[in-house]
């Protein structure tokens, strides 16, 4: 990999976010019409962390509770705080931190503030594009 691109340079900006209390429901909902995998749960204030939400542990939740999810929130599942890297360090670094922890998603952040997602298609997309 290239040494001097950065994180930045290959996320995506577009971040789809949700809140805390909004149901399971609403996630998914969210989730299909915008064709996504995750979430990123806001913060509850400015010194609060930002968490992560799958559709892999909205779905094992689903199976656990027979279907019945209607009482359920983003609040009752979701990873917090979510895995998260600067926007201005190397994407070999980044990319070393996810396959180290086997981690498909992070979200960006500089100074607690989110900038935006990186996923592991984004660093195959990347590692293909030099092979062009």
């Known amino acids: 990999m290239n040494p001097k691109i950065l994180v930045e340079h290959i996320m995506k900006t577009n971040v789809t976010t ?9 996630a998914l909902q969210l989730m299909k019409r ?12 400015d010194s609060d962390a ?4 799958t559709n892999t ?6 199976m656990a509770e027979d279907g019945d999810i209607e009482l359920l929130n983003v609040y009752d599942i979701y ?8 926007s ?15 981690i498909k998603r992070v979200a960006v952040t ?8 990186l996923s592991v298609t984004d ?5 293909l594009s030099l092979i062009d």
């Open 18 to 26: 949700i809140k805390p209390y909004a149901t399971l429901k609403e």
């Open 34 to 45: 915008k064709n996504l995998k995750s979430l990123i749960v806001e913060k509850s204030c």
């Open 50 to 53: 930002y968490g992560i939400i």
């Open 57 to 62: 542990q909205i779905l094992r939740r689903i």
């Open 79 to 86: 990873k917090k705080p979510a895995f998260s890297v600067s």
């Open 88 to 102: 201005k360090i190397d994407v070999k670094y980044a990319a070393k931190i996810m396959m180290e922890h086997n």
């Open 110 to 117: 500089d100074n607690n503030e989110l900038k935006g997602v």
């Open 123 to 127: 660093l195959t997309d990347y590692v």
